[in-house]
């Protein structure tokens, strides 16, 4: 499946699915009333590289961003956000973005990524342990989730390859 960098054109095609995983309020620490042009400058902001991927061509089945977890001397580890349309979950669209943004964290001189609040409940918990993540901890009963009540935020780790490795 073709994954590319976004350009502000795919903004209209990332924003409904966008829209729909931040209101369902059960995977993102977002505001689930965040309105467009906010979500808009949070996903595509410019210190952002933004990805989407696409299936069929020219249609937009999900995105991620890579991002500088930290600043100043610690700007070596990542931070990255994904999305998938629900209507087109389970098809390996998730972990597609993922292995292509590692990729492109480590050809960019990043040392480690780092999530900094992955609700316990989420089924990408799976994806990303399944990728070499680890859980550093987790911040006990910090996310009022819409059916499980109050669960915890992992804080998830994995080291990169050094390019040239």
């Known amino acids: 499946m073709p994954i590319r960098e976004a350009t502000p054109d795919d903004w209209p095609r990332i924003w409904p699915f966008w829209h729909r ?3 369902a309020a059960d995977t993102y620490t977002w505001d689930p009333d965040t309105p467009e042009e906010a979500a ?6 410019p210190d952002k590289r ?4 696409e299936d069929p061509p020219g249609q937009v ?10 600043g ?4 070596r580890v990542a931070n990255a956000g994904f999305m998938v349309d629900p209507d087109h979950g389970g098809r390996g ?4 973005l993922a292995e292509h943004v590692l990729a492109e964290a480590t050809a960019h001189g990043y040392r480690a990524m780092v999530f900094n609040a992955v609700v316990e409940t989420n089924p990408a918990v799976g994806l990303w342990t399944s990728l070499g993540f680890t859980v550093l901890g987790t911040v006990p009963e910090a996310f ?6 109050w669960v915890g935020l992992h804080i998830m780790y994995r080291a990169l390859g050094r390019p040239g490795d």
Do not use: F, K, Q
């Open 72 to 75: 100043g001397p610690a700007s």
């Open 50 to 53: 933004v990805y989407v991927a």
């Open 144 to 149: 009022e989730h819409p059916r499980h009540g």
């Open 93 to 96: 669209i998730g972990r597609a």
């Open 21 to 23: 995983i931040v209101a």
């Open 40 to 45: 808009r400058a949070l996903w595509m902001a």
């Open 61 to 70: 089945v999900g995105s991620a961003y890579l991002t500088p977890n930290y």
